[in-house]
């Protein structure tokens, strides 16, 4: 039987659209190293939380880019909470990582897409849920050609407001099995497991 109705188009649903849009982003990112926004809200991002608060966690990941950019440690380190743990990894862990990464790679840089956000305010303080996809990139030393180190799609970055600022805590890894992904080599993260944020 044939339908003799109105011929419609079939559109794609929005989070495919992000989807297709961040896969490109990954794919195109070496080559387009310094030239994407680094911290972003996709369209549609699911806010749970006032503007202000949003603004401010913004601020601390473009915080944290600019750290990484200009390979300033203790600058980075202080976006860490003293509370950090990812599979027992604490701050002076993640202070070890970084610090080796920095003297592999040069121009490393990070991106950041939030898609949702959530922010509780509780008399035992604030923290944050971030739902994000990014990836970490970077040019060797010995080398000319940007490299991907490390990505993540729908990661839950959590923080936590420490002496009026926001800092990293953890990720949604945290709840994961216990066996650590990356290898020996602490600047190759690996695909599962995202200590860095």
Known sequence: MQNRGKPHTVRP????????????????WPQAHSSLAKVDM???????????TVQEILATF??????????DL??????YSTTYNYHR??????????????SHYREVSSLHLFDHV???HASTGSTAEIRCTGNLTAIPKRGNVPVN????????HYLVKEAGVWRIRGNAGDHS???LQFGTVPFFIGAASHPLF
């Open 62 to 71: 473009s915080r944290a880019e600019e750290a990484i950019r200009v390979q």
């Open 42 to 52: 996709l369209p549609g991002t699911v806010v749970d939380g006032d503007d202000k």
């Open 118 to 120: 959530r922010i509780v």
């Open 74 to 79: 203790d600058a980075l380190m202080n976006l």
């Open 13 to 28: 649903a929005p989070m495919v659209i992000v989807s297709i849009t961040i896969a490109v982003l990954f794919v195109l």
């Open 149 to 156: 180190l490390d990505s993540w799609f729908g990661e839950v």
């Open 89 to 102: 990894l604490n701050k002076a862990d993640i202070r070890g990582i970084w610090a080796a990464l920095f």
């Open 177 to 179: 099995p216990e066996v």
